[in-house]
T-cell receptor, first 116, second 113 residues
């Protein structure tokens, strides 16, 4: 199984809402990632979890809160978002966080988020 | 610092024609290089990777890429494109200091019937 799944596929939320994005992998990977992708742009790294611990936070605003409940699951909790946060949110996983295996990342299909 | 340049924003080729997408990287040592493809509204799929060894790398869907250290390039090729190859293609290099990928800006491929 080489699949990373993400739910929901689409999400529309108001600026005062609280919602969560979910990501799951069953490849035994020990590193998981959140990316944000705006239209016609490459993905931008947000967070990296390695062995269920947050290892990289790319100065992401606190209205985005990641959580890694176990080695297979990764959540992104959203609160008080702004319209400019509308984007495709991609989850990825890799075998480990060391080099080079940490670079070989497998992506999910993404959640299309619209903030109104 | 590592960086990746994809000089072509948009390329259109005829179905059945050959394809070459350009990628140049900036890196001090031997880089870890990747090509990803993204269909509209989808996630990224790893096409192929180069870590070391043979400089001609075979990937999925009939793609290949050649690592040329002298030119700091890792161009993606396919001998005959299909309409289903229309997508966005990203070249990427592994950051030497962390488990991070540095993406190029992408090349959008359109296929002419």
């Amino acid at each position: 199984d080489t699949e990373v799944t993400q739910t929901p596929k689409h999400l529309v939320m108001g600026m005062t809402n609280k919602k969560s994005l979910k990501c799951e992998q069953h490849m035994g990977h020990r590193a998981m990632y959140w990316y944000k992708q705006k239209a016609k742009k490459p993905p931008e790294l947000m967070f990296v979890y390695s062995y269920e611990k947050l290892s990289i936070n790319e100065s992401v605003p606190s209205r985005f809160s990641p959580e890694c409940p176990n080695s297979s699951l990764l959540n992104l909790h959203l609160h008080a978002l702004q319209p400019e946060d509308s984007a495709l949110y991609l989850c990825a996983s890799s075998q480990g966080s060391g080099l080079p295996k940490g670079h070989e990342q497998y992506f999910g299909p993404g959640t299309r988020l619209t903030v109104t | 610092a590592q960086s990746v340049t994809q000089p072509d924003i948009h390329i259109t080729v005829s179905e059945g024609a050959s394809l070459e997408l350009r990628c140049n990287y900036s890196y001090g040592a031997t880089p870890y290089l990747f090509w990803y493809v993204q269909s509209p509204g989808q996630g990224l799929q790893l096409l192929l990777k180069y870590f070391s060894g043979d400089t001609l790398v075979q990937g999925i869907k009939g793609f290949e890429a050649e690592f040329k250290r002298s030119q700091s390039s890792f161009n993606l090729r396919k001998p005959s494109v299909h309409w289903s190859d229309a997508a966005e293609y990203f070249c990427a290099v592994g950051d030497s200091s962390a488990s991070k990928i540095i993406f190029g800006s992408g090349t959008r491929l359109s296929i002419r019937p």
